[in-house]
């Protein structure tokens, strides 16, 4: 029973204080029996007050503190380390929040609304009376990280963590690396291709002892938590042996009777069902596609080094944090989608793999292309569809993919179909350098989009445009480029598996859009790259980079505190009706016999203390530390007199 | 205090406490690595902790950053200086950093100051309150502002008479007119510059009248009346403290503008409107608010569905340029601009409050304070990135590496990524050199 009870009351600036009578809750507070010092104070984070606080449990002795601001989801950390850092204990320190939960709620009623305060903070003062003071868990963790997707970022991630001597697993659903950046040639204001910055990139993770790269790998079971995480990953073979004979293999492919889509230039061309999708790719290895293969065998006549013997595995990998970097996918049109389906209109990732394809010329289809219109923002800023959001990447991509096409093919001339250009930051040069050449800039209004038909065997690309007083305009394009957008990964296997949720947009959801952007909800799995929300190279790089060091500050101790606010057995009354095993979402809990008696046992590092288990327990033998029903209790207590 | 020219050594030397820079620092300090942030204002947060929520949360931007600030103080990794500034550093051929760390006087002792406001009502003097972008004034002896950290007084001598009243008034004796400037002599094994930016001075653009025609401010100053540290506690128009009921924003203010020599968008401008726009909403239920824009950039994570957001609660966007400004007698102002999206013609409208959105720009001075290396810059003077595709906190000094706004245009959570990767590739360059010297 704690009996100096401080109680510091927050205006938080006018956001509590202009809706609640602080001081008057701070007054009514000190008559309560226990309650040592009772005050207000304008900000109870700034470092005044904290200092104060820290003070007063010094100076004053203070067994057990009450603070009363906003929710504590944004400040329970710092004042815990005010108390940790006075000496007291952090879990005789209780948050009361009057902000989000009374102020804000209530700013219609002010004398309710302190009447609420004064409850709330009662009821808090109750249960710091009855707190106990914990102490941290602490659990080994493994110096391991999964990374997951060997795409840019995936692979500068395993290289920064490796070099900070941490073993990575690397896992590549794909039997190549390089996600979608290997699909790019020339990049934006860089003299780099996408093909070199990935072989830049794996070569480092080559060079580097520390790094396992699975490709065709697939995780498909996720155990464990922080710290340890125990992962089953699925192996599909290639099919093909790791000492390979190149001519060989070269001469397999070529007499691969299998012809299919080759989606590595997006469907414009074909491959065989044993494939390389360029010939630098890496692993320097072909792979036999096992969904079209046929078994056959003309493959093996030619060539030694073809096995399909090989078999598929499932392996057990411990570690202790898991960066997932899973990138994304183009979007891909609706059928007659910005007339989507006739034969001159493709999207720009199509486009960046026919400028690759073709020389000297600018041929499709075998017609050589001069007029080119480039129609934004498919996928993305829908009004109809789902697809709320801007792919922030595809203004600057498709003006740089004009300047490109200008230089390499000097007689084209682009039409650009925009809903207002988007080149954000350093990225306006380019828009500056698409005028200069002269590309035509027209712009749709937002429920008016451009529209695509064919006349006579012409396409045409019609709009009301802004940019010249609603003039209707008729641009006749020999090719339409779609400018498509970026969307989450259809397969979402990853995200099932891991259970990261995700936001309205489908990307995956970090804690805090502003200031943690690479951490999730699930401690110990960090997100990088465009899986978490559209994002050029340079933005994925930072968030890889960024993410690494956040996984990087779990493992590297081998060592991790853990909250102690986790669920507690009473032996003696625990009965095992098994009710709290079904409860418990994160598999904390287990059977075991002691003294010849079944009963249940709470793993400590995995229990994140949700109290699922306690309402189901046939016997009330569940307490949760932190939240005693003795504590609870006592709260309810003080509220009802 | 600590004599002069005294040694010190941290493993990180990180130039400038805004969000970059703490960021940087904690992800560091978290790791077990010594780091010393220096600050050149009385106060780390930088630009963050003085603005009134953030796009697109609108979450209180006080309220997250102070958590943030309170843990890089705290830290037992982590020391900062405010008012310094280091010049003179030097790469040695060991791969290390030297430099020189000059502190000024805060003319107050730190330790002793409770930051009671006693000095602060006691002093005479008054002058334009820079952390509330002029709008009020503050004293000669003074807290920087309420949510400062630390938060404690300081004297700001060019501006001090000597009187000695905030002597006189000091309960704790803390105020020290004999302090002098201090120096250190650092050793560091990395740099992270994180020297953030400047906005924008409108008044370089004199059609726009700013200084001059007194209803119009900048975005700044607005963002100072909607934080919650505001000066006034509501909006007003400073010509005769009105309610404005018809704000214009302009936007592009010294950006993606050739003619004052800043040819690139400011990345942040379209988006901080757009949320002023709806927190106006919300002050002055009933005040018309009218953006004018080029392109409005809603590009990050969940920037467009705000934008759209703005424009279903009522906020005007007319897409032109606005050319002049003139101010009536009322203190009203007429823009004249080229409706593109009304016929394209040339407009003249009424507003009784403009807000200049105006861009932001690097700090100068960066690359002069590396003594025997070259720091690169890029065209716009931000600090050059050697290898932005794979390494995009790498300057053209191997283990000198840059942090948020120092690199170009960004915003908080493109910062906050930027810092992350600064500090990993700091991290990994530190280990390096460890490993170097053990195996010496």
């Given at each position: 029973m704690k009996h100096k009870i401080g109680v510091y009351i927050c205006h938080c600036g006018g956001n509590i204080s202009d809706y609640v009578d602080v001081k008057r809750v701070a007054e009514e507070m000190a008559k309560i029996e226990g309650v040592e010092i009772s005050v207000d104070t304008i900000f109870a984070c700034a470092d005044s007050s904290q200092k104060q606080i820290a003070n007063d449990i010094k100076e004053k002795g203070i067994d057990g503190i009450v603070v009363a601001s906003c929710s504590p989801k944004l400040h329970y950390p710092t004042f815990s380390s005010v108390a940790e850092h006075a000496g007291l204990n952090k879990y005789n320190y209780v948050h009361a929040n009057i902000r989000e939960q009374c102020s804000w709620a209530h700013s219609d009623n002010k004398p309710k609304a302190t009447e609420k305060a004064i409850q709330i903070v009662k009821a808090a003062i109750a249960r710091v009376k009855e707190s106990e003071a914990l102490e941290t868990i602490e659990v080994d963790s493994q110096k391991i990280i999964a990374v997951i997707g060997a795409g840019v970022a995936g692979m500068r991630a395993a290289d920064e963590l490796a070099d900070l001597g941490i073993k990575v697993y690397l896992i590549e659903r794909e039997f190549f690396v390089g996600g979608r950046i290997a699909q790019l040639d020339y990049l934006c204001s860089t003299t780099e291709t996408g093909k070199e910055l990935v072989t830049r990139l794996y070569e480092k993770i080559m060079d580097n002892p520390n790094i396992t790269l699975f490709t065709?790998?697939?995780?498909?079971e996720k155990k464990g938590s922080i710290g340890n995480f125990n992962l089953k990953v699925k192996i599909t073979p290639r099919y093909i042996k790791n000492k390979c004979k190149k001519d060989e293999l070269l001469k397999a492919i070529e007499v691969c009777p299998v012809e299919v889509l080759d989606e590595f230039n997006f469907g414009i061309t074909k491959r065989k069902a044993i494939y390389k999708n360029f010939p630098s790719e890496y692993p320097q290895i072909p792979t036999i596609d096992s969904k079209n293969c046929t078994r056959c065998g003309e493959c093996e006549k030619v060539c030694s080094s073809i096995d399909f013997s090989q078999k598929e595995e499932v392996l057990d990998l411990s570690v202790g944090s898991i960066l997932v970097a899973t990138g994304f996918d183009p979007y891909t049109p609706k059928e007659n989608e910005f007339g989507w389906g006739i034969d001159n209109v493709v999207t720009l990732p199509q486009f960046r793999r026919i400028i690759n394809m073709c020389d000297d010329k600018l041929v499709y289809n075998g017609k050589k292309i001069k007029h080119i219109a480039y129609i934004y923002c498919v996928g993305s800023r829908q009004v109809d569809g789902?697809?709320?959001?801007?792919?922030?990447?595809c203004c600057t991509a498709t003006l740089y993919t004009s300047i490109l096409t200008k230089n390499k093919y000097k007689d084209v001339q682009s039409y650009h179909f925009t809903r207002g250009i988007r080149t954000y930051g350093k990225q306006e040069i380019v828009y500056d350098k698409s005028s200069r050449q002269g590309d035509i800039f027209l712009q749709s209004y937002e429920d008016e989009p451009p529209m695509i038909e064919q006349k006579k065997g012409k396409t045409i690309v019609k709009i009301n445009d802004i940019l010249t007083n609603k003039m209707e305009l008729e641009v006749e394009a020999d090719l339409v480029v779609l400018v498509t957008g970026i969307e989450p990964r259809k397969d979402t296997n990853i995200s099932e598996v891991l259970k990261i949720p995700k936001g309205r947009d489908k990307f995956y959801n970090e804690i805090h859009m502003k200031l943690r952007p690479v951490e999730t909800v699930i401690d110990g799995v960090t997100i990088a790259g465009a899986c978490q929300g559209p994002k050029n190279i340079m933005e994925s790089m930072n968030s890889a980079l960024s993410a690494a060091a956040k996984s990087y500050s779990i493992v590297n101790k081998g060592k991790l505190n853990l909250p102690p606010i986790i669920a507690v057995v009473n032996k003696e009354t625990?009965?095992?009706?098994n009710k709290c095993l079904d409860a418990c979402p994160y598999d904390a809990i287990s059977k075991i016999s002691e003294n010849g008696k079944d009963i249940a046992f709470v793993n400590e590092s995995v229990c994140k203390g949700c109290g699922m288990c306690l309402p189901v327990c046939e016997s009330d033998s569940l307490e949760l530390l932190g939240y005693t029903n003795h504590e609870i209790e006592n709260m309810i207590k003080a509220l009802v007199d | 205090m600590p004599e002069n020219n005294k040694t010190i050594e941290y493993d990180a030397l990180i130039i400038g406490g805004g969000i970059a820079g703490g960021e940087a620092a904690l992800n560091l300090a978290n790791v077990g690595y010594k780091v010393l942030i220096v600050e050149k204002d009385l106060s780390i947060g930088g630009k963050m902790i003085l603005l009134s929520k953030v796009f697109p949360t609108l979450d209180c931007s006080a309220c997250i950053t102070t958590p943030k600030v309170s843990e890089i103080m705290r830290h037992p990794n982590i020391t900062v200086f405010t008012s310094t500034q280091a010049s003179n550093i030097i790469k040695k051929d060991d791969g290390t950093f030297e430099a020189t760390i000059t502190k000024q006087p805060r003319y107050v002792i730190a330790e002793d100051c409770t930051g009671c406001q006693l000095c602060e009502q006691a002093c005479p003097v008054s002058v334009d309150d820079q952390f509330q972008y002029n709008l009020v004034g503050r004293k000669a002896a003074y807290i920087p502002f309420s949510i400062a950290s630390p938060r404690i007084a300081a004297i700001d001598i060019a501006n001090c008479t000597l009187c000695g009243a905030c002597e006189r008034a000091c309960p704790t004796k803390c105020?020290?007119?004999t302090q002098t400037v201090e120096t250190y002599s650092l050793k560091a094994k990395t740099v992270i510059i994180a020297t953030g930016f400047q906005l924008f001075d409108p008044t370089l653009i004199p059609r726009y009248g700013y200084?001059?025609?007194?209803?119009?401010?900048?975005a700044m100053q607005m963002e100072r009346q909607l934080a919650p540290t505001r000066p006034f506690n509501t909006i007003l128009r400073p010509s005769d403290g009105k309610m404005p009921d018809n704000i214009a924003y302009i936007l592009c203010t010294g950006s993606r503008d050739k003619t004052v020599g800043n040819p690139i968008c400011s990345q942040v401008c379209c988006m901080y409107s757009t949320k002023q726009a709806q927190l106006l909403m919300g002050a002055l239920p009933m005040a018309d608010i009218t953006l004018y824009y080029l392109n409005i950039r809603a590009f990050g994570k969940g920037f467009n569905e705000f934008y759209a957001q703005a424009q279903a609660m009522g906020v005007q966007f007319t897409k032109g340029k606005v050319a002049k400004i003139t101010e009536k007698e009322n203190g009203n102002l007429l823009l004249r601009y080229e409706d593109i999206n009304g016929g394209g013609v040339v407009k003249e409208t009424e507003h009784d409050m403009v807000v200049l959105s105006v861009g932001i720009l690097p700090n100068q001075g960066i690359a002069e304070l590396f003594s025997n290396d070259e720091l690169v810059l890029d065209p716009y003077n931000y600090i050059g990135q050697s290898d932005f595709l794979a390494s995009p906190a790498q300057t053209s000094i191997k283990g000198v590496f840059v942090a948020g706004v120092a690199s170009g245009p960004m915003d908080i959570p493109d910062s906050i990524l930027s810092a992350g990767s600064a500090s990993s590739d700091a991290a990994n360059y530190i280990r390096h050199l460890n490993k170097k010297t053990v195996s010496v």
């Open positions: 065709g790998a697939e995780v498909i789902e697809n709320k959001y801007c792919s922030r990447y625990c009965t095992w009706c | 105020i020290d007119f200084g001059k025609f007194k209803n119009v401010i900048t």
